[in-house]
């Protein structure tokens, strides 16, 4: 049995129509570049996370690098974020001439480990980049207490985490800012690159509106030195219709996930810590990715592959320990828990159109596997 680790075509046959219809108005208009279809996605978005503000970007990238730019920060200063997470994370904060600084992660989420985070703070910390890992999102009351303590911006890294819900509010909605991913295999994707960030500071808002033009205020006129960091019309409109399914693609995410917790759970009892399931600690769990911990993790990758099973490894090697970050000083050993991370994790196909049959497929032989 073919059981990919995604596959868009499902989704795209269910909607086609609606998608088509979307992008054929844009080309029909000839408005590729903002304009009222960029500016209707914004808002949705907005309204959907429950922040005042939208601000539709090129990528989740440039999302997080935007931010940075909004609050000033650059060289001499310090931006305290998790070592486990796609290289965006950290790479946007060298990109501005600031330094990172990583706080290793909760051994039970994967997520950045707040009871750390404090004592990682100094007088040149500018801000907190915590990432919702995989669709869970972080203790985000203890990361706000730290940083309004102390006067920090809060940058959420919702890249993977549209729509996941922790203590009544939606990731990228706590913090002063939320940045969102609209890459193809996110939970909420378009048909090529796009991101988008959500704030409710109406000075930051326009900060970031600013910024995405160059810094443009009024035409040729520049307050501030930006880039090109504009969302396609066409991706905002695909990405328009598609939320009008979010919800509805997310619960049959939640539902693959609860699937293979019940098949796997007796493996995992019978295993302990050779084979661990993720847990769900911070209420509503979107599962963008549903990542198993196992050791020989290559091996039970490999008898997965051999039985027809997409895989992926996010991700293999923490961000501390990347040559591109050498010079900052960090050696194996010093966060213990990204690092097994690292040499254990693996994602497993959850998108909404798996098929129970597949489910349980997967199931059999990773059992099989770990029990070798």
């Known amino acids: 049995m073919k059981v990919p680790l995604l596959d868009l075509t499902a989704q795209y046959a269910a909607i086609r129509e609606e998608l088509d219809d979307a992008v054929a ?65 950290a790479g946007v904060i060298s990109r501005v001439g600031a ?38 999102m972080a203790e985000m009351a203890p990361i ?43 939970n909420l ?25 160059h810094g443009e205020t009024a035409r040729y006129h520049h307050r501030f030195v930006g880039g090109n960091f504009r969302l396609d019309a066409l991706q905002a409109a695909v990405l328009t219709a598609k939320l009008r399914h979010l919800d509805r693609w997310t619960a049959a995410r939640i539902a693959n996930a609860a699937l293979y917790t019940r098949l796997l759970g007796p493996a995992a009892e019978r295993c302990g810590d050779r084979l661990r399931l993720p847990r769900v600690v911070t ?10 911990r196992v050791a020989e993790r290559d091996r039970v990758q490999a008898e997965l592959e051999a039985a027809g099973v997409g895989t992926a490894i996010y991700y293999p090697v923490p961000l501390h320990l990347q040559g591109c ?6 050696r194996a050993g010093d966060l213990p828990e990204s690092e097994r991370a690292a040499g254990r994790v693996l994602a497993l196909p959850v998108f909404p159109e798996l098929a129970e049959a597949q489910i349980r497929h997967v199931a059999t032989v990773i059992e099989a596997a770990v029990g070798s």
């Not at 750390?116 to 703070?121: F, H, K, S, V």
């Not at 940058?155 to 549209?162: F, G, M, S, T």
Request: aromatic share 8%.
């Open 325 to 330: 970050f050498a010079d900052l000083g960090y």
């Open 144 to 186: 706000m207490e730290v940083a309004r303590e102390r006067g920090i911006a809060v940058i959420e890294d919702a890249a993977q985490a549209i729509g996941a819900r922790h203590e009544g509010r939606r990731a990228g909605s706590v913090g002063d800012y939320g940045c969102f991913s609209f890459f193809p295999t996110k």
């Open 25 to 89: 108005g844009v080309v029909r208009s000839q408005r590729f570049v903002l304009g009222p279809v960029v500016e209707a996605c914004e808002e949705a978005v907005a309204a959907y996370v429950g922040a005042r503000h939208g601000i539709g970007v090129s990528s989740g990238t440039d999302a997080l690098l935007i931010a940075l730019m909004a609050e000033g920060i650059g060289p001499g200063d310090e931006v305290v974020t998790t070592p486990f997470s796609f290289f965006a994370t």
């Open 189 to 213: 994707g378009g048909w090529g690159d796009g991101g988008l960030i959500v704030t409710s500071d109406d000075a930051r808002a326009d900060r970031l509106r600013a910024l995405r033009v």
């Open 99 to 136: 330094t990172p600084v990583f706080v290793d992660v909760d051994p039970v989420t994967l997520n950045i480990d707040q009871a750390r985070l404090a004592e990682r703070i100094t007088e040149r910390t500018r801000a907190i980049i915590p990432v919702h890992l995989f669709g869970q």
């Open 283 to 292: 209420g509503h769990h979107v599962f963008n990715q549903y990542v198993i």
